[in-house]
């Protein structure tokens, strides 16, 4: 079975500090484990995306992620945040071997950012 | 320009009068899916498509129906719409269901049932 947990709904960070978002998931195979952006009123869009490659993925405006087999974790982080950042982002986990054929959703968190 | 269209964006109705969300895409995908967006509960899966004719239930498919009669076009249809359908809709495509694949999410339909 797959989940994902976000571990939280809201982060609010100040304009140049860094920005972590949490994602732990559970996959009884490889998975494949993403990070979508949605900024208001509009559709998801691909950050990141970890395919057992590297651990460390990089991605779109400057964000990067860690996959952490270990830990179970994913976690999203930007050095310095931009107001342009502020937006929900989902932690999305997918499975080759899946035979629900299935790609779970987090529930999402909103990322707020302060002048 | 690759992309996934819907329409239309923003929808109000009224309890029982039958609606259709179109959506279409242009990057000759195999896969197809619609989810529905509700707060606090991230995206919840519809109902998907693996292939023209060949569609399957997802997490939440009651009140739902789709079509996928040509490769390009998954309408989502409401035959009775009710108040707890009130959601935000997005239709989303991509080369393989599961995996490393990305999928492409069109802009999203809000509907309101009242």
């Known amino acids: 079975a797959q989940s994902v947990t976000q571990l939280d709904s809201h982060v609010s960070v100040s304009e140049g500090t860094p920005v972590l978002l949490r994602c732990n998931y559970s996959s009884s195979y490889s998975p494949s484990l993403f990070w979508y952006v949605q900024h208001p009123n509009k559709g998801l869009q691909l950050l990141l995306k970890y395919t057992s490659a590297a651990t460390l993925v990089k991605g779109i405006n400057g964000f990067e992620a860690e996959f952490k087999k270990s830990e179970t974790s994913f976690h999203l982080t930007k050095p310095s945040a931009h107001m342009s950042d502020a937006a929900e982002y989902f932690c999305v986990v997918s499975s080759s071997y899946s035979s629900a054929s299935k790609i779970i959703f987090g529930s999402g968190t909103r990322l707020s950012i302060r002048p | 320009e690759a992309q996934v269209t819907q329409n239309p964006r923003y929808l109000i109705t009224v309890t029982g009068k039958k609606l259709t969300v179109t959506c279409s895409q242009n990057?000759?995908?195999?896969?197809m899916s619609w989810y529905r967006q509700d707060p606090g509960l991230g995206l919840r899966q519809i109902y998907y498509?693996?292939?023209?004719?060949?569609?399957d239930k997802g997490d939440v498919p009651e009140g739902y129906k789709v079509s996928r009669k040509e490769k390009r076009n998954f309408p989502l249809i409401l035959e009775s719409p009710s108040p707890n359908q009130t959601s935000l809709y997005f239709c989303?495509?991509?080369?393989?269901?599961?995996?490393?694949?990305?999928?492409?999410f069109g802009p999203g339909t809000r509907l309101t049932v009242t």
């Open positions: 990057m000759n995908h195999e896969y």
């Open positions: 498509s693996m292939n023209v004719e060949v569609t």
């Open positions: 989303a495509s991509s080369s393989y269901p599961t995996g490393p694949y990305e999928q492409y």
